[in-house]
């Protein structure tokens, strides 16, 4: 007995492992002085123009407070994000920040995908994470644009959804569940929110590397009113959901899982070792036949790279979100 526990402390630390000598971006957090961000009501269709307005107010305030704050980085980032014609949801400069963008005419979509981004991701890293795709802002115009390409005449939206604290690469909160059950009930509030805005839509929640560990809270457990707001789940590079089949998710929609032959997450074990501090790791591969989940081909797609323009996975992602799940393919 003590050989297996020592045998899955050593995975456990390999996924540590694997995780620390993955490639990461240097995000940072910026000093004090950034304004606070905006405090929301409860928006509605009507209300969208004027929330928008108001957080690319505060975005270009939020720049202008770090250019004179000489953090230079942070402002050409801010700057980004505040201009003319791009669109929050919500917005936070302080800290890692928070960004929640939209593409697309939201009020009156009859498709909705939300992009749940994994580890680095902060507005720093909100248009450009290792490239341009790789990132949410990047991301989520390339599957926007292929969404409109596959069905020219649907009114299709994307969000792009940084609404968590996500962690850092190199940290420990890779390997444990805290942030994603911190951001789990931010993600259900922000389903329920979209319902609000345009009910009878078919939300698409896509969920990357870290991003699937919070999907995964988001959903499991949940009554009838969060999940009728979803029509599909799909997860891509994830390191697990912390389960070991896809029906203990209790999905009754749709359910992807797939992973590039070029990522390296297939090499973190996929375990999990209960601590009295918590638990490490996710559990079980949901891309692995057994799991229960539709297989998602997503070719030879790297970690950063399964929104890249042109790919398989981009084209499948989309067909899926598009209502379109039989016409996925292989190639």
């Excluded at 507005?123 to 790789?134: A, E, M, N, P, Y």
């Excluded at 912390?242 to 999905?251: D, Q």
């Excluded at 989940?293 to 981009?314: E, F, I, N, V, W």
Aim: charged share 20%.
């Amino acid at each position: 007995m003590r050989a297996v526990r020592v045998r899955r402390g050593m995975l456990i630390a390999a996924v540590a492992g694997c995780i620390v000598a993955s490639v990461t971006a240097a995000a940072k957090s910026v000093v004090p002085g950034i304004p606070a961000a905006p405090r929301h009501a409860a928006v509605t269709a009507a209300d969208l123009p004027g929330r928008y307005a108001e957080n690319r107010r505060y975005l270009a305030e939020a720049a202008e407070a770090a250019r004179r704050m000489g953090d230079g980085d942070r402002a050409r980032a801010l700057g980004e994000l505040a201009a003319p014609g791009r669109n929050f949801l919500d917005a936070d400069a302080e800290g890692d920040g928070q960004a929640v963008e939209v593409l697309g005419d939201l009020a009156h979509a009859r498709r909705i995908a939300v992009l749940v981004p994994g580890s680095d991701t902060t507005v720093d890293t909100f248009d450009h994470l290792g490239s341009r795709h790789g990132s949410v802002g990047g991301g989520i115009r390339a599957l926007y644009d292929e969404m409109r390409r596959l069905t020219p005449g649907t009114r299709v939206a994307v969000v792009g959804w940084y609404g968590y604290r996500a962690p850092r690469t190199k940290s420990r909160y890779t390997v444990t569940g805290g942030r994603a059950d911190e951001g789990a009930g931010l993600l259900r509030d922000q389903l329920q929110e979209l319902r609000r805005i345009r009910p009878g839509a078919g939300v698409t929640l896509l969920c990357h590397s870290y991003g699937s560990v919070v999907c995964a809270d988001a959903v499991r457990g949940t009554g009838r009113q969060v999940q009728s707001a979803l029509s599909a789940v799909v997860v891509f590079g994830s390191p697990g959901l912390g389960v070991e089949s896809a029906s203990e998710l209790g999905l009754r929609v749709p359910f992807w899982a797939g992973r590039g032959s070029g990522d390296w997450i297939a090499n973190v074990p996929h375990v999990q070792l209960s601590l009295p501090s918590g638990s490490l790791g996710f559990a079980a591969d949901p891309a692995a036949a057994g799991f229960g989940a539709r297989k998602l081909p997503t070719g030879d797609s790297q970690h950063g790279d399964y929104l890249r323009p042109g790919s398989l996975s981009l084209r499948n992602i989309a067909l899926i979100s598009l209502g379109r799940g039989a016409q996925v393919s292989h190639g």
